[in-house]
């Protein structure tokens, strides 16, 4: 196939079927990323204590022991919530990093065949 009938083909390829599939790429890298991290997950079970681990409360009118399982139960909480938001604040700071290389990429991806034909006529101009 001649270069000639190639070149018009391929740009045609390049922005429209290649930036689709670009995009869906991203896009699932993207849901990746964030789920790998479980933000969703996360979010709503934030103050569930931390590996589910707890006292249970006693049966019996102990204002003692009912107050060990209420600060072991208290602190178990903290942990699993200082844990869960430290994965979630990660999650979101890759996510973001993965959005914005992702940007940069796509924008380069755009650029690149403009980029490539001015190289060839610079490449040309130079030999003459």
């Known amino acids: 196939m001649n270069w000639l009938t ?11 079927k290649g930036a689709k599939d670009f995009i869906a790429v991203w896009s699932n890298l993207l849901w990746f990323e964030f789920h790998f991290f479980s933000v969703p997950i996360m979010v709503r079970t934030l103050f569930v204590p931390f590996r589910r681990l707890g006292e249970s409360y006693p049966k019996f009118a102990n204002i003692w022991e009912y107050f060990s399982a209420f ?38 991806w755009l650029i690149l065949p403009a980029l490539l034909v001015f190289m060839f006529i610079k490449g040309v101009y130079y030999l003459t």
């Open 6 to 16: 190639l070149a018009p083909q391929y740009f045609y390829w390049h922005y429209t």
């Open 71 to 108: 600060i072991v139960n208290t602190l178990m909480r903290l942990v699993g919530a200082v844990l869960r938001f430290v994965i979630i604040i990660i999650g979101l700071v890759t996510w973001i990093l993965l959005f914005s290389l992702g940007l940069l990429a796509f924008l380069i």
